[in-house]
């Protein structure tokens, strides 16, 4: 009964492949991340989805596509992989911010991209 | 432009010794403020956060930290280190005002606890 789940927790791929990485969570939050963690732990945020729509989204290549198919649902895919996009890729969720409210973060367990 | 600094990328201390992780922010309003741990190849997890009132903050583990409004700071403390505390430690702030929907994440601090 894990609370944010991603798979698979490690992939291995050539240059030029695509790849896609699942998140699921069943905390009945409403807003879904993904994070990028580097070689030196700096953590960035990529996209926030919250009920399906996107609401964050940084300056990240175009390679990168998300996909919230329902709200406790947000994949990753990944095209053309590069050798810099090697890191850990962290899915959170949150109870819904702004309003006011702040939320805190429930993460994945990461999902270790290598690219050779 | 808002940001957190982690001044320390590594802090040791002995087991048993008090610990102190340093944080400190700028934003622009009123801040929301969080501590987050990384243990060896796991997510992060939430310790603790600020949001208002009471300037010193408990959370997990038996972890706190306190606000200082002046010295914008948010300090992680604990009385009494263990080395299960040996971890990566991340501060976030987020502004109640502006674009509140993202946290703004400091660099990280390395918490080596030794027996």
């Known amino acids: 009964d894990t609370a944010v789940s991603q798979t698979p927790k490690y992939l291995v791929t050539q240059m030029g492949n695509d790849k896609s990485i699942k998140c699921e969570q069943n905390l009945g939050h409403d807003t879904m991340y993904w994070y990028k963690q580097d070689s030196k732990k700096f953590l960035k945020i990529m996209f926030s989805?919250?009920?399906?729509?996107?609401?964050i989204n940084e300056t990240v290549p175009n390679r990168f596509s998300p996909k919230s198919p329902d709200k406790a649902h947000l994949n990753l895919h990944i095209n053309s992989l590069e050798l810099g996009d090697s890191a850990v890729y962290f899915c959170a969720s949150s109870r819904k911010l702004g309003l006011g409210a702040a939320g805190e973060l429930f993460f994945g367990e990461g999902s270790r991209l290598t690219v050779l | 432009a808002q940001s957190v600094a982690q001044p320390e990328d590594q802090v040791n201390v002995a087991e048993g010794n008090p610990l102190t992780v340093k944080c400190t922010y700028s934003v622009s309003g009123n801040p929301y403020l969080f501590w987050y741990v990384q243990y060896p190849n796991r997510g992060l997890q939430f310790l603790l956060k600020?949001?208002?009132?009471d300037n010193l903050v408990k959370g997990s583990y038996g972890f706190e930290a306190e606000f200082n409004k002046s010295q914008t700071s948010f300090h992680l403390k604990k009385p009494s280190a263990l080395v299960s505390d040996s971890a990566l430690y991340f501060c976030?702030?987020?502004?109640?005002?502006?674009?509140?929907?993202?946290?703004?994440w400091g660099l990280g601090t390395s918490l080596a606890v030794n027996p």
């Open positions: 989805y919250n009920n399906k729509e996107l609401i």
């Open positions: 976030a702030v987020r502004d109640s005002g502006g674009n509140n929907r993202k946290l703004i």
């Open positions: 600020y949001i208002t009132g």
